[in-house]
């Protein structure tokens, strides 16, 4: 079956502007969850989201957001880019909330903030 | 102090050797522990999920946990030239609950293994 998609998989964008990535979770996983990777910091948590619901969220400002729609696809927001924002989006889908065993990464989406 | 250390490398190693990558914590409260590999321009992929202290074995991959000393350990045996990748812990606390769960993530291990 398909994995888990994002788009888009690179972006440039330049301070203070927004930017919306999207993800589409495996066919049948209700929970997606999304992370930032950078290389100072690591692999962090953002948020996760559960049948629409926003069921955790990390330790990031509130220019950083997200929903989910009825179908478990996502999408998050990120308003007034920051040149720290520059990092890998993933995304992961999973069949339930916290579902570790059954939670699969995307590729990333790649953005560049000048 | 970050919550979970983990030695970024490199790690270089022949290729049949026995690998032993490492993570050490901080936080008692962390329950469940996971190991990830992530291939250069890749995701993470879900290697080894573990919730109790002492030993998990999973083919070449042994998960290993000892909660008294706040360390985990992933070993690698008949390492590959295909095993080369950068090797994630995280873990997350006992504390979540009601389905709220926060992974906290090590800085990664870049595991190198030549032929």
């Known amino acids: 079956k398909a994995g888990v998609t994002q788009t888009p998989r690179y972006l440039i964008k330049t301070r203070g502007q927004q930017v919306t990535l999207s993800c589409s979770p495996i066919?049948?996983?209700?929970?997606v969850s999304w992370y930032q990777q950078t290389p100072g910091q690591g692999l962090q948590f953002l948020f996760e989201?559960?049948?629409?619901?926003?069921?955790n969220k990390g330790n990031f400002p509130g220019r950083f957001s997200g929903r989910q729609f009825s179908n478990s696809r996502s999408e998050m927001n990120v308003s007034t880019l920051e040149l720290g924002d520059s990092a890998l989006y993933l995304c992961?889908?999973?069949?339930?909330?916290?579902?570790?065993?059954?939670?699969?990464f995307g590729p990333g989406t790649r953005l560049l903030v000048l | 102090q970050k919550e979970v250390e983990q030695d970024p490398g490199p790690l270089s190693v022949p290729e049949g050797a026995i690998v032993s990558l490492n993570c050490t914590y901080s936080?008692?409260?962390?329950?469940?522990f996971m190991w990830y590999r992530q291939y250069s321009r890749k995701g993470p992929e879900l290697l080894m999920y573990?919730?109790?202290?002492g030993n998990k074995e999973d083919g070449r991959f042994t998960a290993q946990v000892d909660k008294s000393s706040k360390y985990i350990s992933l070993f690698i045996r008949d390492s590959q030239p295909s095993d080369s990748a950068t090797y994630l812990c995280?873990?997350?606390?006992?504390?979540?609950?009601?389905?709220?769960?926060?992974?906290?993530f090590g800085r990664g291990t870049s595991l190198i293994v030549h032929p």
């Open positions: 992961a889908s999973s069949l339930g909330s916290g579902d570790q065993e059954t939670q699969y």
């Open positions: 066919s049948g996983h209700r929970s």
């Open positions: 989201y559960f049948s629409e619901t926003q069921r």
């Open positions: 936080n008692s409260a962390f329950q469940y």
């Open positions: 573990t919730y109790s202290s």
């Open positions: 995280a873990m997350i606390s006992s504390e979540a609950s009601g389905g709220s769960y926060i992974p906290t």
